[in-house]
């Protein structure tokens, strides 16, 4: 048997937490249910209310990740609840309906805003993901364009279907192994640099309090 697994009671040696914005209707909730299920059985989602969030383990360049990806809801919201979704995030995945352009220019006008007041790691990786490419013929939205707008904003860049599963693996990987390169979000997501900390704490607290002689 290896050494791999068991750190506390866990089998992963980093945990994430992702988190999915953009306009309601955009496919957020197709996109989180196709990577988390590897099912197509996506045809009847009813819009996401307030916050929902599922975990997914999955290994990737020899490391065993937990993601704790939120899924939020598109409509109008209120700073004091939002802030929570986004403390202690590492990757933010920002997608848009390449068939609808408003829910495209509503990144800049909206979802980079909220990023921009709400994020609390500034080394946190960004996607921007345009999503539906499988209805090519109603596309409103360039891949081109798509491109630019993440390359200003320093984001990540992909076109997916979570309808037909294009890329979707593809759009977690990239963004994973993104923050994988980053010496401080993979540090605050580290199980062993958290653990060592929690031993410290430990090993201090049973070492006596302020009147020791």
């Known amino acids: 048997m290896g050494s791999s697994s068991k750190v506390g009671n866990s089998s992963y040696d980093y945990s994430f937490k992702v988190l999915l914005i953009g306009d309601s209707g955009v496919g957020k909730s197709s996109l989180l249910l196709s990577f988390i299920s590897n099912s197509n059985s996506l045809q009847h989602l009813s819009p996401t209310i307030g916050v929902d969030f599922k975990i997914k383990h999955f290994t990737i360049g020899g490391k065993r990740l937990k993601l704790t990806i939120w899924d939020t809801a598109g409509q109008e919201r209120f700073g004091t609840v939002i802030s929570s979704y986004y403390r202690g ?3 933010i995945i920002l997608v848009y309906d390449v068939t609808r352009r408003e829910t495209f220019t509503n990144l800049v006008g909206i979802w980079a805003k909220e990023v921009g007041l709400y994020s609390t790691n ?5 996607i921007l993901v345009g999503n539906k490419v499988d209805k090519e013929s109603e596309r409103a939205v360039s891949k081109e ?4 707008l993440a390359q200003e904003h320093r984001c990540l860049f992909l076109e997916c279907s979570a309808k037909t599963r294009e890329n979707v693996q593809q759009c977690f990987n990239d963004l994973t192994l993104k923050i994988l390169e980053v010496s401080s979000l993979r540090e605050k997501g580290s199980v062993e640099v958290k653990r060592q900390k929690q031993k410290r704490i430990f090993e201090t607290s049973q070492r006596g309090g302020c009147c020791s002689s």
Do not use: L, N, P
Not at 122 to 126: S, V
Not at 145 to 148: N, P, T, V
């Open 89 to 91: 995030t590492h990757g």
């Open 145 to 148: 364009e798509g491109m630019a």
């Open 122 to 126: 500034q080394d946190c990786i960004k």
